[in-house]
C-alpha cells in the first residue's frame, strides 16, 4: 500500500506541477497581450494629440449649393487628397455621407498648415 500511495503522491505532484506551469504560462500570455494592447491604445491617443496640436480648424457657413467635395477642394494643399479632406470634415462635424447640408449650418473645417498661401483657394466667410 505505500508504494501506491507514494506513487499517487508523486502522480498527483506532477500533475499539479503541470497545471501550475500551465497556468503560468496562461497568465504571461495574458498579460502580454494586455500590454501590448494598452501600449497601442496610448500610442495612438498619443500621435492623435501631437498631430492635434498642428492642426488649425476654420468655421465655414454653408451656403446654398454647396457640396462637401466644393467645401473640400478649397481646403486642400497640393499634397492633400479632397477625398481624404472630406472623410475629416464629416468625422469632425458627425456628417454622415447622407446628410444633406442645411444653408447656414456652420461647420469645422481642419486645416493642416498654417500657411495660407498653401491653399488652392481661400474661404469667402459668408
Not at 495574458?30 to 494629440?49: G, K, R
Not at 476654420?58 to 481624404?84: F, M
Request: net charge positive; hydrophobic share 45%; proline share 2%.
Amino acid at each position: 500500500m505505500t508504494t501506491r500511495s507514494a506513487l499517487a503522491k508523486r502522480r498527483y505532484g506532477q500533475r499539479n506541477s503541470l497545471y501550475k506551469a500551465n497556468l503560468l504560462l496562461c497568465i504571461v500570455v495574458i498579460l502580454s497581450v494586455l500590454s501590448y494592447t494598452v501600449s497601442n491604445h496610448l500610442f495612438e491617443q498619443f500621435s492623435v494629440l501631437s498631430s492635434a496640436k498642428t492642426e488649425q480648424l476654420i468655421s465655414y457657413k454653408i451656403g446654398s449649393g454647396d457640396t462637401l467635395w466644393q467645401i473640400a477642394n478649397k481646403a486642400v494643399t497640393a499634397n492633400e487628397d479632397v477625398r481624404d479632406k472630406i472623410i475629416a470634415i464629416q468625422k469632425l462635424n458627425k456628417i454622415n455621407a447622407a446628410q444633406a447640408l442645411i444653408p447656414g449650418q456652420v461647420i469645422q473645417i481642419p486645416i493642416a498648415s498654417a500657411n495660407i498661401e498653401d491653399y488652392k483657394l481661400t474661404f469667402n466667410i459668408r
